[in-house]
C-alpha cells in the first residue's frame, strides 16, 4: 500500500449537552450565548453553496442581522443541486394518525444509518423536522395536498409509516426555490452579498480560526479574497469522485478538500450512497446518471427473470418465470426496504447473470399492477414527471414497458467531521448539509437529504453560530501573510494545471479515475480491490500532473480549467476513502465489504471494533485516524433486519 | 451518425461574435445533446482549440442551467423538453444543426453559448417571495389550502428560470417567467398579504431590466420546458392593473 497512516488521539464531540436526550437541544439553545442585534451587523459570515443547507443558512443569517457573504459557482442560486431532489422530506408530524413520532423517526434514522450516527443528533433532526414544513409552507412551497386542503403523505424506504412530505417528483425544487427566494429577500434587504459564478478556492485561517475564502470569478478570472468573521461551507457532496453519479456535473469536493487540507478532520469518507434505481448507463460518452425517484417504489415491483440470460421481451415473461426478489426476500418491507439493502440485491440478481438491458446491468420496476390497481391516470397524477423523464432518456414509454434500473453513486454520508454545534476542527469553519458527516451514519434513509439540509441552514446553524460568534469581538485582524500565502497556493495550481500541456483531457482522467472507484471502492469492496485502488490512484494521479492537457489561460472564463481543478482533488480524495473503506474490515450500512457478511449475504457489523466515526486528519506523513466512540442509549444496537 | 454544427462563437460580451462550423461524427442516438458536445469539446481541446462554452449543471431538466437555440427554436424542436434532456435520435443522419445562445438585450452573452441570466434573479428580488423569517411559521395545517389551488400554484412553481421564454419571445419579454412567481404565490392563501405590493415592484424591475412588453404571441409558453400556460400572463397583468388603479 502506497499510503502509510496512523492512529492519533482519540476524538469527542464536547458540544453536546448531557440529560434525556429529548431536551437537549433546548438546553444547547438555552446555554448558547447570544449576540445583540446591533453587534450582528458588524459581523461577517461567509457562506459557500446556495442549496438547501446554504441557501437556507445565508438567508436566515441575513434575516438575524448578520452581514452575510454567499457564493456559488453557478451563474444563480437557484441552480444547487438540492433542486434535484425529487421524491420528498421526512418529518414526524404525526399528520397520518398512524403512529409516527419524533422518537419513531429518531429511531428509523439511527437504525436506517445502521449505528453509525450520533444518536444526540438524530434526535435533534428529528425534532426539527416539523418545524421546516411549518417553515416552508407559509413560504408558499406547494406540497401535495388531499381533498380537504391539508397535506399528503407518502412512504419512502426504511420507514413503516407514511411520514414524508412530497410535492410531485420535485420536492427538492420546491424546497430549494422557497430557500432561494428568502436568498433573494435577504440580497434585496442589503443584508446578503451574492457571488454568483464564484468558486471557493482555498480556505483563509488566521490565529487558528478560519477568517476567509479565496474564490477565483469564474467570468474574469480573477483570484479574490473575501475575509469574515466565521465561514460556512454548504458545498454539498463529493459522489462525483465517482465520475458516473446523480449529481450535477459541477459537484465537486474542492472546497471541504482545501479545508481538510487546513486542518478540518474529514469523517467516515467511505460512506457511500448508492442509490437503487437509477436509469442504466448507455454508452460510453454517458456523462451522468439520472435518478429516478425511490418513491417509484411504493407503487413498483422490482423484478428479474428467474432464468439467468433469460432475453425474452418483459412482456413475454410470464408471472411464474419472475422474480420479485425484494418481496421475496424481504416480506416485511418488500420493495421498501433501505437503499443500501435494495442496490446490493440488484447487483446481486445482475451478478447471477439475470440482470436486464445492455450488458445485462439492470433489473426491472414493473408498474403494471399499480396501473391496474389504481388506473392510469392515478399513476400519471403520482409520477407524471417521472416517467416523461424516463421516457425522453430512454426512449421507452414506461406505462407499457417496465422500466430498467440500476444502482448509481447519489449520496456521500461522509463529509467534514463536525461537533454538535456543526462547527469543524478548525475554529471557526462550520460545515453544513451534504458537506458534513453528522446524522445519516452509514446509510441515509430517503428523503433525509432535504430534512438535514434545512434542519441545519434554518434552525441549527444559526442558534450555534451565534455561540460563537459572541466571542467575535476579539478575533482581531487577519494576518496579511496568510491571506497571501492561501492567494500564492490557489495561483500556482493554476498555473501548474495550465503549464502541462500535455495530450488527454482532464475529464478523461476524471473518468478513468471514476471506473477505478466504482470497481474497487463502489457497492462491493474488498481489502484486495481497495488495494489495488491505493496502487493504481497515485499512479493515475502522477500521470495527471504530467500529461493533462488544460486549454487556454487563466484570464476569463475557462471551463475546462475549473473540472481540471476538482479533478486534482478528487484523486486525493479517491484516495483517503480507499484507505477508510481498508480500514474498515466491517459491512455497515452503505460499507459494504465483501469478507464480512453473514449467511444470508447481508452485511455484517463488527461493533466491538468498529462503532466509532473515523475523523482523519491530514498530515504531511500520510493521514491520521481520530476515533469517536459511539455510544447508543435510547436505541439499542441490533443487527439490522427488514425481513 | 454524422452531423454538420453551425455554432455561435462570441469571445466576451464586447466580441461581435461569429458562427463557426463543426463536423461531428459517429454520434450515437443514445447521446444527450450535451453529450455530444462534450465529445466535440474533448476533440477541440485535444487539436489545441478553444473548446465551446456552455452553461449546464444538473442534466436532468430541473436545474434550468443549460439552453441554447437549436435550429432556431429555444431548447430545441421537442416540446417541454431542456437542453439537456434533449437526445440525439430526434436528428437525422447527415443533417446541418445551429446552435446559438439565448439572445436578449437583458442576457448579455458571457462568453459562446453561456449567457448572463442574472436580471432574473432581481425580479425575484423585487418582490418573488413571502416574507417568513425562519422560525415565525404557524402549524402547517393551520391554514387549509384547496387541492385545486395547490396543484395551479404548483403547476406554476415548476419553473426553472431557464430564460427560454425570453429567447423565444420577440419582444424579448420575461413576462412568463414573472407571471410564474406571481401566479404561483398569489395562488395561495400564504401570498396574499403581499400579492398586490409583489405584482407592481416584479413588473416594474421586469420593465426596468429592459424586456420587452407581452403582446401575446405565446411563443413563450411553446418553448417552455415545464410547460407553464400562458394565462399566467393574464393573472400577472390582472394583479398588477389592480394595484396601478389604487
Known amino acids: 500500500m502506497s499510503l502509510s ?79 434535484a431532489a425529487q421524491g420528498g422530506i421526512n418529518a414526524a408530524k404525526n399528520y397520518r394518525g398512524d403512529g409516527d413520532s419524533v422518537h419513531r423517526l429518531f429511531y428509523d434514522t439511527v437504525k436506517g444509518g445502521d449505528f453509525r450516527a450520533r444518536e444526540s443528533n438524530v434526535y435533534r433532526l428529528a425534532q426539527v423536522s416539523v418545524n421546516i414544513i411549518d417553515q416552508a409552507v407559509a413560504q408558499g412551497v406547494p406540497f401535495a395536498r388531499e381533498y380537504g386542503g391539508l397535506l399528503d403523505t407518502r412512504s419512502f424506504g426504511g420507514a413503516q409509516v407514511s411520514r414524508t412530505f412530497y410535492a410531485r417528483g420535485q420536492t427538492g425544487q420546491q424546497l430549494l426555490l422557497g430557500a432561494y427566494q428568502a436568498l433573494e429577500r435577504q440580497i434585496a434587504a442589503g443584508t446578503v452579498e451574492m457571488h454568483t459564478r464564484h468558486e471557493m478556492l482555498e480556505l483563509v485561517i488566521s490565529d487558528g480560526r478560519a477568517r476567509g475564502v479565496v474564490v477565483r470569478d469564474l467570468v474574469t478570472g480573477e483570484v479574490e479574497t473575501h475575509l469574515a468573521d466565521a465561514v460556512v461551507l454548504a458545498t454539498g457532496g463529493y459522489g462525483n469522485v465517482f465520475f458516473l453519479s446523480t449529481n450535477a456535473k459541477g459537484c465537486n469536493t474542492t472546497a471541504i478538500w482545501r479545508a481538510h487540507q487546513r486542518g478540518a478532520m474529514f469523517a467516515n469518507p467511505c460512506y457511500t450512497q448508492i442509490h437503487p434505481t437509477c436509469i442504466p448507463v448507455s ?18 415491483r422490482v423484478w428479474v427473470p428467474q432464468r439467468t440470460g433469460d432475453d425474452r421481451t418483459p412482456a413475454d415473461i410470464p408471472e411464474d418465470e419472475r422474480d420479485y426478489y425484494l418481496e ?40 403494471a399492477d399499480a396501473i391496474a390497481r389504481l388506473g392510469r391516470e392515478a ?80 434552525f441549527v446553524l444559526p442558534t450555534t453560530l451565534g455561540d460563537y460568534l459572541a466571542g467575535a469581538g476579539g478575533f482581531g485582524e487577519v494576518d496579511a501573510t496568510e491571506v ?22 482532464a475529464d478523461s482522467y476524471h473518468r478513468e479515475l471514476g471506473r477505478l472507484m466504482w470497481d474497487y471502492c463502489g457497492m462491493e469492496r474488498t481489502d484486495e480491490s481497495l488495494r489495488k485502488a491505493l496502487e493504481r490512484i497515485p499512479e493515475l494521479r502522477e500521470e495527471f500532473w504530467n500529461n493533462v492537457k488544460v486549454p487556454g489561460d487563466g484570464e476569463g472564463l475557462n471551463q475546462a480549467l475549473e473540472r481540471a481543478g476538482r479533478v486534482a482533488d478528487f ?12 480500514h474498515r474490515t466491517e459491512s455497515c450500512g452503505g460499507h459494504f465489504r465483501a469478507e464480512s457478511q453473514d449467511a444470508d449475504g447481508e452485511a455484517l457489523r463488527d461493533d466491538e471494533h468498529f462503532a466509532y466515526v473515523a475523523a482523519w486528519e491530514w498530515g504531511p506523513e500520510g493521514p491520521i485516524l481520530h476515533k469517536e466512540q459511539l455510544e447508543y442509549e435510547y436505541v439499542k444496537m441490533t443487527q439490522r433486519s427488514y425481513k | 451518425m454524422n452531423l454538420t454544427l453551425k455554432i455561435w462563437r462570441q469571445n466576451g460580451s464586447s466580441d461581435r461574435g461569429r458562427m463557426v462550423t463543426y463536423e461531428v461524427q459517429d454520434v450515437s442516438p443514445d447521446m444527450s445533446f450535451l453529450e455530444m458536445l462534450d465529445v466535440l469539446n474533448e476533440r477541440l481541446t485535444l487539436e489545441g482549440d478553444d473548446p465551446v462554452a456552455f ?72 418582490g418573488g417571495f413571502i416574507s417568513v423569517p425562519a422560525g415565525s411559521a404557524p402549524d402547517a395545517h393551520a391554514v387549509p389550502v384547496p387541492k385545486d389551488d395547490a396543484d395551479a400554484a404548483f403547476d406554476a412553481a415548476t419553473c426553472i428560470g431557464c430564460g427560454a421564454c425570453v429567447a423565444a419571445c420577440p419582444n424579448g419579454s420575461a413576462s412568463l417567467f414573472t ?14 398579504p403581499e400579492r398586490a405590493a409583489r405584482a407592481k415592484a416584479m413588473v416594474e424591475q421586469m420593465d426596468a431590466e429592459g424586456f420587452g412588453g407581452c403582446t401575446n404571441t405565446g411563443e413563450c409558453t411553446a418553448v417552455c420546458p415545464k410547460g407553464i400556460p400562458l394565462d399566467a400572463i393574464a393573472r400577472m397583468n390582472a394583479d398588477y392593473l389592480k394595484t396601478a388603479s389604487k
Request: glycine residues 10%.
Open chain 2, 179 to 192: 407571471a410564474a412567481k406571481i401566479t404561483h404565490l398569489g395562488l395561495l392563501p400564504q401570498g396574499q
Open chain 1, 484 to 505: 497571501a500565502q492561501a492567494e500564492a497556493a490557489v495561483q500556482e495550481k493554476i498555473d501548474r494545471l495550465l503549464a502541462v500541456n500535455g495530450t488527454r483531457t
Open chain 1, 283 to 300: 454508452g460510453e460518452y454517458q456523462s451522468k446518471l439520472t435518478l429516478m425517484s425511490e418513491s417509484l417504489r411504493n407503487d413498483g
Open chain 1, 379 to 458: 399513476v400519471e397524477k403520482k409520477y407524471g414527471n417521472l416517467f416523461e423523464m424516463y421516457e425522453r432518456i430512454t426512449g421507452e414509454n414506461p406505462y407499457e414497458t417496465p422500466m430498467r434500473i440500476y444502482p448509481a453513486v447519489h449520496y456521500t454520508m461522509g463529509g467534514l467531521w463536525v461537533d454538535y454545534d456543526l462547527q469543524s476542527t478548525i475554529p471557526g469553519l462550520f460545515v453544513i448539509g451534504e458537506a458534513n458527516f453528522s446524522d445519516h451514519g452509514a446509510n441515509r434513509l430517503g428523503a433525509s437529504a432535504l430534512m438535514q439540509g434545512l434542519a441545519d441552514g434554518y
Open chain 1, 571 to 582: 484523486f486525493d480524495l479517491a484516495e483517503l476513502m480507499c484507505l477508510d473503506a481498508l
Open chain 1, 5 to 83: 497512516w496512523t492512529i492519533g488521539e482519540p476524538i469527542k464531540d464536547e458540544k453536546a449537552p448531557s440529560g434525556p436526550i429529548e431536551e437537549r437541544w433546548d438546553t444547547r439553545r438555552f446555554q448558547a450565548k447570544l449576540v445583540n442585534p446591533a453587534n450582528k451587523r458588524k459581523l461577517t459570515v461567509i457562506v459557500v453553496g446556495t442549496g438547501l443547507a446554504g441557501g437556507s443558512a445565508a438567508a436566515t443569517l441575513g434575516e438575524l442581522g448578520y452581514k452575510v457573504k454567499s457564493f456559488c459557482y453557478q451563474d444563480s442560486p437557484r441552480r444547487a443541486h438540492s433542486i
Open chain 1, 328 to 367: 421475496r426476500i424481504y416480506p416485511a418491507f418488500g420493495n421498501l426496504v433501505p437503499r443500501d439493502i435494495a442496490s446490493r440485491a440488484a447487483k446481486n440478481v445482475c451478478d447471477e447473470g439475470r440482470g436486464v438491458g445492455p450488458g445485462g446491468l439492470g433489473v426491472y420496476l414493473d408498474f
Open chain 2, 55 to 126: 452553461d449546464h449543471d444538473c442534466r436532468e431538466g430541473i436545474c434550468g442551467m443549460c439552453g441554447m437555440v437549436i435550429n432556431g427554436v429555444a431548447h430545441g424542436e421537442q416540446r417541454a423538453t431542456t437542453t439537456c434532456q434533449l437526445h440525439m435520435r430526434h436528428f437525422e443522419d447527415g443533417a446541418t444543426v445551429t446552435i446559438e445562445p439565448w439572445r436578449a438585450a437583458p442576457f448579455p452573452v458571457v462568453k459562446d453559448l453561456v449567457v448572463d441570466r442574472s436580471s432574473f434573479d432581481r425580479i425575484i428580488q423585487a
